[in-house]
Nanobody, 122 residues
């Protein structure tokens, strides 16, 4: 069983930056794909970024070139560096994990955190 805990959300102005973290516990972190989803007000949950256990990264078109997903294996932690934030980036951000990157991107991954709120507002 994998447990995930997000942190780092908060209030940020448009154009600002924020770093989210997701601490994982359970089976070997190095063999799991990790990712981030978000749910904005009035919208469905959507894929943001993901990384496979072998390091292949993917991003939603809406965040590409602005967000960066990374991981620190020794700390069993995945990060989401968010730059040039837009109002539409507002939402609850969820960390997720499963065995493959495909499951992450499809939103069908097995493990989910409880989310952390990101609010972009002037």
């Amino acid at each position: 069983q994998v447990q995930l805990r997000e942190s780092g959300g908060g209030l940020v102005q448009p154009g600002g930056s924020l770093i989210l973290s997701c601490k994982a516990s359970g089976p070997d972190f190095r063999r799991y794909a990790m990712g981030w989803f978000r749910q904005a007000p009035g919208k469905e949950r959507e894929f943001v970024a993901g990384v496979t256990w072998h390091g292949i990264k993917s991003y939603a078109d809406s965040v590409d070139r602005r967000f960066t997903i990374s991981e620190v294996i020794a700390e069993s932690t995945v990060y989401l560096q968010m730059n040039s934030l837009h109002l539409e980036d507002t939402g609850v951000y969820y960390c997720t994990s499963d065995l493959t990157g495909a499951q992450i991107r499809a939103g069908s991954s097995k493990y989910w955190g409880q989310g952390t709120q990101v609010t972009v507002s002037s």
